[in-house]
């Protein structure tokens, strides 16, 4: 079930905003609010629900063991059997079919007969669950936070349907103290509703029509693409992940708010940035600092000579690109991404700085849309002749932007431009407080913007979501 269907707006969400508002306790909230997590995870991955809880229960009565090891050596000799067994889960589902894959390659060179795996079916949100419990783990190792004896709260906080399937990913010390007692304001339940819709009209009215257009020149035979209908189509692919994912934060936080949870920001508007370091501070903040706080700090960080640093650069973005799929274009495209981090670490960065800021912009847009590229390819070949393709390498192309340039997306594609900046949120500060018709005004706005988000989504049978296969 995701955010941006009918099924959710109109069945699943009034009813668990009904049942929460009617029990009084928290306790009771955090009971229903489990419950309908497990119903609504289950509802689309029925028995791998099973895969959910076994992390939960693995690395709940984990952090117990730790927290009542007598000495050190017991504590990490538990710590790493949980990672173990946890990373191990995300392992079978989610690498295991690519391991025997490139196995089997090994394997043919050796004249060795190859390895057979029935495909594994990918949990929905694994990545984000799994890494969620570790974290909790790590920290309850650390002394970062206290441990939670109640199994019911350690479900919660790993279930919680607003952020379940694509984050963000949740620190355990950020809610421990809203799953002991929280309170419904109406100030904040009126400003989860405004974040809920405004990231579905970014979802339906931004990323879907601009991904669709996409879909269509990634789908189209590389070699044949003019430069112009390849640049199109991988600027229309960044939108429509930022949209997209960034939307289903802004969704995420949204109800958070309205359950009585203050969940913390996933996106700063990362095409803003100007330097790829930067970029990775604005773009999937949660991802991010999980990966800076638990791998490139224990690796050494920046307190090591600088060649360890950027290897550890290297690394961490290694796997922070395995982590988004079993393949080996993610895996390129997070070292493209460890590369220009290194590189502005060891001196590109203060030669960017003397640039103007449209030029510092430019440098790191053309990074990320190359990485994008690599990102949204099927394999290495398709990535190379799609590269090629956007350099004008084709000698005679037969698909160009204006065959897919109409009205409708340019007017997105410069609503996209626009929505991508601070621009809305400058305007409405600035708005804010200036008369009761300002704010009738803006009641109007979100009211039509959802009513016209929802008319589309009915009328549309093309409704992605890009990060369900992490």
């Known amino acids: 079930m995701v955010f941006s269907s009918t099924t959710f707006l109109f069945v699943f969400l009034p009813m668990v905003l009904l049942g929460h508002t009617l029990l009084r306790t928290t306790t009771g909230r955090n009971v229903f609010l489990l419950i309908t997590s497990l119903l609504f995870y289950a509802w689309g991955e029925g028995p791998f629900v099973l895969v959910m809880l076994a992390a939960i229960f693995i690395n709940h009565f984990a952090a117990i063991q730790i927290a009542r090891a007598p000495d050190a050596h017991t504590r990490k000799r538990s710590l790493i059997y949980t990672i173990v067994c946890s990373l191990g889960m995300l392992v079978v589902f989610k690498y295991a079919n690519f391991i025997v894959d490139n196995l089997n390659i090994v394997l043919q060179t050796l004249s060795i007969?190859?390895?057979?795996l029935m495909p594994v079916h990918l949990p929905i949100g694994i990545s984000f669950f799994i890494f969620q419990s570790v974290s909790y783990v790590l920290d309850v190792y650390r002394g970062d936070t206290e441990v939670q004896r109640k199994i019911s709260r350690t479900a919660l906080y790993v279930a919680l349907f607003p952020q379940l399937i694509a984050g963000p990913i949740v620190r355990y010390t950020d809610v421990a103290a809203q799953m002991q007692d929280r309170t419904i304001r109406r100030d904040a339940f009126a400003a989860g509703v405004q974040r809920f819709i405004i990231g579905l009209a970014k979802k339906i009215l931004l990323a879907d029509p601009l991904g669709y257009v996409a879909d269509q020149l990634?789908?189209?035979?590389?070699?044949?693409?003019?430069?112009?209908?390849?640049?199109?189509?991988?600027?229309?692919?960044?939108?429509?992940?930022?949209?997209?994912?960034?939307?289903?934060s802004d969704m995420a936080i949204g109800l958070g708010r309205m359950l009585g949870f203050q969940f913390l920001e996933n996106f700063n508007y990362p095409y803003i940035a100007a330097s790829v370091r930067e970029f990775w501070r604005r773009w999937h903040i949660s991802l991010s600092t999980w990966f800076r706080d638990y791998l490139y700090i224990p690796l050494g960080g920046s307190r090591i000579t600088a060649r360890r640093t950027y290897f550890n650069l290297l690394i961490v973005f290694f796997l922070c690109g395995l982590w988004h799929g079993a393949s080996w274009n993610f895996a390129a495209w997070g070292l493209l991404h460890g590369l220009f981090l290194a590189l502005e670490r060891a001196?590109?960065?203060?030669?960017?700085?003397?640039?103007?800021?449209?030029?510092?912009?430019?440098?790191?847009?053309f990074v990320v849309l190359i990485g994008w590229v690599l990102f949204r390819a099927e394999d290495g070949a398709h990535a190379w002749q799609y590269l090629q393709a956007m350099a004008g390498w084709n000698a005679a192309p037969t698909y160009y932007a204006t065959f897919y340039f109409d009205p409708e997306t340019l007017l997105t594609l410069l609503a996209a431009t626009v929505f991508c900046t601070p621009l809305y949120p400058v305007l409405e500060r600035r708005l804010s407080g200036q008369g009761v018709w300002v704010e009738a005004l803006r009641l109007l706005f979100l009211l039509g913007l959802f009513a016209f988000s929802v008319s589309t989504l009915v009328n549309s049978t093309y409704n992605p979501f890009i990060y369900f296969r992490f």
Request: charged share 15%; proline share 6%.
């Open 113 to 116: 007969k190859p390895l057979y």
């Open 218 to 248: 990634f789908g189209a035979p590389a070699g044949a693409l003019g430069a112009d209908a390849a640049w199109l189509g991988v600027v229309c692919y960044a939108f429509q992940i930022y949209f997209d994912f960034s939307a289903y």
């Open 347 to 365: 001196g590109l960065d203060r030669w960017i700085q003397r640039l103007p800021v449209v030029l510092r912009h430019a440098y790191t847009l």
